[in-house]
């Protein structure tokens, strides 16, 4: 059962950040899509789901990577597809964290944290969560952010519903490796 809630976690995550059109759908410029609309085209392109199922995956997942509004329903963060959030610029904490491993950490001196293929940096906002971030490719290594310099130096900072904090960018000498 666990098993089954991680793959559709996973179907979901794909289609609601990265590759709506591998199920025939497109999302608004915010991000959202009709759940009934969602379903259908999930069930037209693989294994079948219904709204029940969705709903325990996002009651059951530790990540809340999903959001519903009504009958509507969107990644929270982490898209490599274009949209909107809407989410509003936040202050950030004075230290905020991320997650990775030690063979990409001088990249990261050199160039800073960039987004890669996604929207944004993804930043945690304690060194437990970095870590288990981190964890998923190797020993990890946490990295210190100095958001509160950060945002005095006008940089912006918004926050997903799940708590995952979100920047353009972080230049290196914000970066703190802490082990």
Request: charged content about 25%; glycine content about 10%; overall charge neutral.
């Amino acid at each position: 059962m666990a098993d089954a809630r991680e793959r559709l976690s996973r179907r979901l995550s794909y289609v609601l950040r990265h590759n709506p059109g591998a199920v025939g759908i497109a999302l608004s410029s915010d991000g959202w899509v009709d759940l009934d609309r969602l379903v259908d085209a999930m069930n037209e392109h693989g294994p079948a789901v219904t709204a029940d199922d969705i709903a325990e995956v996002m009651a059951t997942a530790r990540k809340q990577r999903f959001e519903v509004e009504g009958n509507r329903i969107r990644a929270a963060q982490g898209h490599s597809v274009a949209v909107e959030l809407g989410l509003p610029p936040v202050d950030p904490p004075e230290l905020l964290y991320h997650g990775t491993v030690a063979r990409v950490v001088p990249r990261i001196q050199a160039e800073g944290l960039v987004p890669g293929s996604r929207t944004h940096v993804h930043l945690s906002p304690d060194r437990a969560t970095a870590t288990e971030v981190g964890r998923r490719r190797g020993p990890p290594v946490v990295l210190a952010i100095r958001a509160g310099e950060m945002a005095l130096a006008g940089f912006t900072f918004l926050r997903a519903v799940n708590g995952v904090w979100l920047t353009a960018h972080v230049p290196p000498g914000y970066i703190d490796v802490e082990g």
